[in-house]
């Protein structure tokens, strides 16, 4: 499963965490200490203009509105 993942703090990184440990394909939005994780786990950090196909977005603690045109297709 392809997922985006938009985090910060360190709830972000639980959940990024259990999210890579359980196989998935995750690209990480953030601008915090969960993309540090993201980069030692080797997932790509992304933005909401470049973050591409997705099966699943996952936004934990993230502190932005998410326009509409980014999520629905």
Same mark, same amino acid.
Not at 13 to 32: F, Q, T
């Given at each position: 499963?392809?997922i985006?993942? $938009?985090? *910060? *703090? +360190? ?6 965490? $259990?999210? &890579?440990?359980?196989?998935h @394909? &995750? %690209?990480?939005?953030s601008d915090? =200490? &969960?993309? @540090?994780?993201?980069?030692?786990? +080797?997932?790509?950090?992304? +933005?909401? @203009? ?7 977005? =996952?936004c934990?603690?993230g +502190? %932005? =509105?998410?326009?509409? %045109? $980014?999520?629905?297709?």
């Amino acid at each position: 499963m392809k997922i985006v993942f $938009y985090g *910060r *703090r +360190n709830i972000g990184m639980n959940v990024l965490a $259990y999210l &890579v440990a359980k196989g998935h @394909e &995750v %690209k990480v939005i953030s601008d915090d =200490i &969960v993309a @540090e994780l993201a980069q030692m786990l +080797n997932c790509p950090i992304v +933005n909401f @203009e470049t973050m591409g196909d997705f099966d699943l977005f =996952i936004c934990c603690h993230g +502190n %932005k =509105i998410i326009d509409k %045109k $980014y999520l629905v297709y």
